[in-house]
């Protein structure tokens, strides 16, 4: 399975976040973004990702979900919100 056909979803677009998923993007992967802020969506999105919504889209179009979330609440809405 080469790198294009697998569906990576990338949750988190700050300072770290931003630059983990347009190195995921770069290196062939299609990849579904989300950030609360939606400029920082639309940022990675302009390098090649796919903008999405919501979280629930986005896991229902993704193989792999990553996350790079700044805090425990955070990580709680995420994933059990």
Same mark, same amino acid.
């Given at each position: 399975?080469?790198?294009? *056909?697998?569906?990576? %979803?990338?949750? %988190?677009? %700050?300072? +770290?976040? *931003? *630059?983990?998923?347009?190195?995921? $993007?770069?290196?062939?992967?299609?990849?579904? $973004?989300? !950030?609360? !802020?939606?400029?920082?969506?639309?940022?990675?999105? !302009?390098?090649?990702?796919?903008?999405?919504? *919501?979280?629930?889209?986005?896991?229902?179009?993704?193989? $792999?979900? +990553?996350? +790079?979330?700044? !805090?425990?609440?955070?990580?709680?809405? $995420?994933?059990? %919100?």
């Amino acid at each position: 399975m080469d790198n294009e *056909s697998k569906k990576v %979803g990338f949750i %988190g677009l %700050g300072a +770290m976040g *931003s *630059s983990m998923a347009c190195n995921i $993007v770069k290196s062939g992967f299609s990849t579904t $973004v989300y !950030d609360i !802020d939606e400029k920082k969506t639309r940022a990675v999105a !302009d390098a090649g990702a796919i903008a999405s919504e *919501s979280i629930k889209s986005l896991a229902r179009n993704s193989d $792999v979900i +990553m996350t +790079m979330l700044p !805090d425990e609440g955070a990580v709680e809405k $995420v994933y059990l %919100g």
